[in-house]
Antibody, heavy 117, light 111 residues
Framework: QVQLVESGGGVVQPGRSLRLSCAAS????????MHWVRQVPGKGLEWVAL????????YYADSLKGRFTISRDNSKNTLYLQMNSLRGEDTAVYYC??????????WGQGTLVTVSS | QSVLTQPPSVSGAPGQRVTISCTGS?????????VHWYQQLPGTAPKLLIY???NRPSGVPDRFSASKSGTSASLAITGLPAEDEADYYC???????????FGGGTKLTVL
């Protein structure tokens, strides 16, 4: 069965960096585009970034451009999100999700990132 | 503010029918992009509930249905059981923003 397991979250000081990982299993990872979506605790969902199946194209939410970088290693079935210059408003649960057309068919359980001094 | 607008909350008694609306604009739902719905049970990740406006993934009960018209969409839940208490989100694509966009979410309370 499809499984997505995020890791790498934690408490980080403002201005610092953090890299999230999403380990995929149960499907052919290299055939699917992958997204990151985040959710501030108690709030709604916000799309963060998309990477194509082969990593050739990447798209980002305008508000995050330049600070976050999405990448993948198909040999390791792993998706990444490099987050730099973190701010308090980046505090959220970060989910990886599999892309099907214009929607997300499977989601990981999420990893909490807390930006605080 | 969310690009797609949903009511913050709806409620219904067990066995009743409830609907959740999702209003967009000419750059997303009105532009022909499909609407998708997700259910988020307390403390869990979102789960795909409806895709492509009115299609249910395998395993989703047929008490969930959805429709789309113009710049809006709606999710209907019939025969409401207590376990459907959750947050529900609509989602589409916005061509002006080049973003995948969500509604703000609707909390369903089963009375």
């Amino acid at each position: 069965q499809v499984q997505l397991v995020e890791s790498g979250g934690g408490v980080v000081q403002p201005g610092r960096s953090l890299r999230l990982s999403c380990a995929a299993s149960g499907f052919t990872f290299s055939r699917y585009g992958m997204h990151w979506v985040r959710q501030v605790p108690g709030k709604g969902l916000e799309w963060v970034a998309l990477i194509w199946d082969d990593g050739s194209n990447k798209y980002y939410a305008d508000s995050l451009k330049g600070r976050f970088t999405i990448s993948r290693d198909n040999s390791k079935n792993t998706l990444y999100l490099q987050m730099n210059s973190l701010r308090g408003e980046d505090t959220a649960v970060y989910y990886c999700a599999r892309r099907i057309g214009y929607y997300f068919d499977f989601w990981g359980q999420g990893t909490l990132v807390t930006v605080s001094s | 503010q969310s690009v797609l607008t949903q009511p913050p909350s709806v409620s219904g008694a067990p066995g009743q029918r409830v609907t959740i609306s999702c209003t967009g604009s000419s750059s997303n739902i009105g532009a022909g992009y499909d609407v998708h719905w997700y259910q988020q049970l307390p403390g869990t990740a979102p789960k795909l509930l409806i895709y492509g406006n009115n299609n249910r993934p395998s395993g989703v009960p047929d008490r969930f249905s959805a429709s789309k018209s113009g710049t809006s969409a709606s999710l209907a839940i019939t025969g409401l059981p207590a376990e459907d208490e959750a947050d529900y989100y609509c989602q589409s694509y916005d061509s002006s923003l080049s973003d995948w966009v969500f509604g703000g979410g609707t909390k369903l309370t089963v009375l």
